[in-house]
């Protein structure tokens, strides 16, 4: 249903089929979840407190670290995350940058294992666009509208990694060494 700004909110709902609604929430792991500590949890308005605290303590068990998020779309790193990416794509648009070297003076200057490009390289230009038109269709806001350039990319069959050709001119075929990042992850999806 949309809000008084015409987004659209769409919820995790409990799924009758279960038949224990109090017994469901959200996990959202990142890529790659071996590596990436980082887990949002997002309980549903009728999971329990007791189903809460035992996905908390799951994700600790896990060695991982918790954050409990709302109940809405792209949680809160995709929510933060995807509009980096998206003002990056445009920039490079614009002119402004240069993939590669954009990519380098992030990793130095800020300690990012990965640049925005190679993130995207990384996740899939397809789900990356996937990503940004469901946040776009959710909350309006001008940040996730896709840059045109992505939606060409996509089309054009240039999907990252997976396909060897992105947004970068080199991309390794294996995968690169990946840590967490201070306050960032890389995306695994999108509800």
């Known amino acids: 249903m949309p809000d008084r700004h015409g987004a659209r909110h769409h919820h995790l709902e409990p799924v ?3 038949g224990r609604p109090a017994d469901v929430l959200g996990l959202h792991f990142f890529n790659p979840a071996p590596a990436m500590r980082l887990v949002e949890i997002a309980a549903t308005a009728t999971t329990s407190a007791r189903t809460v605290a035992t996905a908390h303590a799951l994700v600790r068990r896990l060695g991982k670290v918790s954050v409990h998020s709302a109940d809405r779309c792209g949680f809160i790193v995709n929510y933060l995350l995807f509009g980096y ?3 990056a794509i445009s920039a490079l648009e614009r002119g402004e940058v240069q993939a590669e070297e954009f ?3 992030i990793r ?4 990012y294992p990965m640049g925005p490009f190679a993130l995207l390289d990384t996740i899939g230009l397809d789900v990356s666009l996937a990503i940004l038109r469901r946040l776009h269709d959710e909350f309006g806001e001008p940040c996730f509208a896709p ?3 992505l939606s060409a990319l996509v089309a054009a069959g240039r999907l990252g990694r997976k396909t060897g050709t992105g947004f970068l001119s080199e991309i390794p075929r294996t995968r690169p060494r990946q840590t967490a990042m ?10």
């Open 16 to 18: 009758p089929a279960a």
């Open 85 to 87: 990416l998206n003002r």
């Open 103 to 105: 990519d380098a003076t």
């Open 108 to 111: 130095a200057e800020f300690g």
């Open 147 to 149: 840059a045109p350039v």
């Open 182 to 191: 201070a306050g960032n992850a890389a995306a695994g999806g999108v509800r």
